[in-house]
């Protein structure tokens, strides 16, 4: 179920580890407002987001383990299949949406100019293919890094369950 709707891996997303947290360590579970990636921490710091505008853009939420790649919205089913709140996760935003400016500390300690509009960016992996111009159907690309995957560029969503 999972891998069928966030196209993704259980092993490889970060559903494991908020279920971790649920079972191990409830306490802190509840107290935790909203689960986002690395990126968008530091994306919402530098602009002073508060948690109530915590977001993640959609070509992340796949990773989340909670995530309906093809509607790029949060599985409720899948939050209700494992019991998580679909509450604690971040608002879904496009890449190319601005998330805020940048806030006049992040500005000094950045030596940049505040008010700068953050934009909420991409994973690494999309990012990547847009560079690479994979942006026709038939189009394919290798990646060969941390993460090797061999992608091509369809025109609907197909998750690969096998």
Same mark, same amino acid.
């Given at each position: 179920l999972v891998l069928e709707?966030? =196209?993704?891996?259980?092993? !490889? *997303?970060?559903?494991?580890?908020?279920? #971790? #947290?649920?079972?191990e360590h409830k306490q802190i579970f509840d107290r935790i407002y909203k689960f986002i990636v690395p990126?968008? !921490?530091?994306a919402g710091k530098m602009a002073g987001l508060k948690g109530k505008d915590a977001f993640i +853009?959609?070509? !992340? %939420?796949?990773? &989340?383990g909670f995530g309906h790649a093809e509607k790029m919205s949060w599985s409720e089913e899948l939050c209700d299949v494992f019991k998580v709140p679909s509450s604690k996760l $971040?608002? %879904?935003?496009?890449? #190319? +949406? %601005?998330?805020?400016k940048l806030?006049?500390?992040?500005?000094? +300690?950045?030596?940049? /100019?505040? =008010? /700068? $509009? %953050?934009?909420? =960016?991409a994973g690494d992996q999309a990012a990547g293919f847009l560079g690479a111009g994979i942006v026709d159907i038939g189009r394919v690309v290798d990646?060969? =890094?941390? *993460? &090797?995957?061999?992608?091509s560029c369809v025109d609907k969503y197909i998750p690969d369950v096998k």
């Open positions: 709707k966030t =196209g993704c891996s259980p092993t !490889y *997303a970060h559903g494991p580890k908020i279920l #971790w #947290w649920k079972e990126a968008c !921490y530091v +853009d959609y070509t !992340y %939420i796949h990773f &989340s $971040p608002r %879904i935003v496009r890449p #190319w +949406d %601005i998330v805020g806030t006049s500390k992040a500005a000094r +300690d950045c030596s940049l /100019i505040q =008010g /700068i $509009p %953050i934009a909420a =960016g990646v060969a =890094g941390t *993460a &090797s995957c061999f992608t």
